[in-house]
Nanobody, 125 residues
Framework: EVQLVESGGGSVQAGGSLRLSCAAS????????MGWFRQDTGKEREGVAV????????YYADSVKGRFTISHDSAKNTLYLQMNSLKLEDTAMYYC??????????????????WGQGTQVTVSS
C-alpha cells in the first residue's frame, strides 16, 4: 500500500502563493504517476496537475497553466505543487494521488488508486 499525506494548505489573499507538499510512504516502488486534484463544495473532483515521472511528462488544467508547477523530489519521496497568482476560484480541497503504471497517467481521478486525505486551500479577496 501507498500512504500519501498532504500539507501546506491554508488561507491566502488573491494574488498570493502557496506550496503544497505530498509525502509518500509505504510500498512506493513504481509509483511513477502522481498528481494533484481539487474539489470544491458541490463540484466534481478535477485534475489540476499530473506528473508522469517516467519521461517527465506533465499535464496542467487550462485554468492553472502558467501559475501552478508540479514537481517531485525523489530523495524525499515528496510531490509538490507550487501555486502562484492564486485566484478566488482556486479555493478547494486539494488532494494528492498516485498510480504505479505510467499508462493511463492522465488527469482522470478514476485512474488513481492511492489518495491522500486532502489539504484545504482558501483564497480570499
Amino acid at each position: 500500500e501507498v500512504q500519501l499525506v498532504e500539507s501546506g494548505g491554508g488561507s491566502v489573499q488573491a494574488g498570493g502563493s502557496l506550496r503544497l507538499s505530498c509525502a509518500a510512504s509505504g510500498y512506493t516502488y513504481g509509483t511513477v504517476c502522481m498528481g494533484w486534484f481539487r474539489q470544491d463544495t458541490g463540484k466534481e473532483r478535477e485534475g489540476v496537475a499530473v506528473l508522469n515521472r517516467d519521461g517527465g511528462i506533465t499535464y496542467y488544467a487550462d485554468s492553472v497553466k502558467g501559475r501552478f508547477t508540479i514537481s517531485h523530489d525523489s530523495a524525499k519521496n515528496t510531490l509538490y505543487l507550487q501555486m502562484n497568482s492564486l485566484k478566488l476560484e482556486d479555493t478547494a480541497m486539494y488532494y494528492c494521488a498516485a498510480r504505479r503504471s505510467p499508462y493511463g497517467c492522465s488527469p482522470a481521478p478514476l485512474n488513481f488508486p492511492y489518495w491522500g486525505q486532502g489539504t484545504q486551500v482558501t483564497v480570499s479577496s
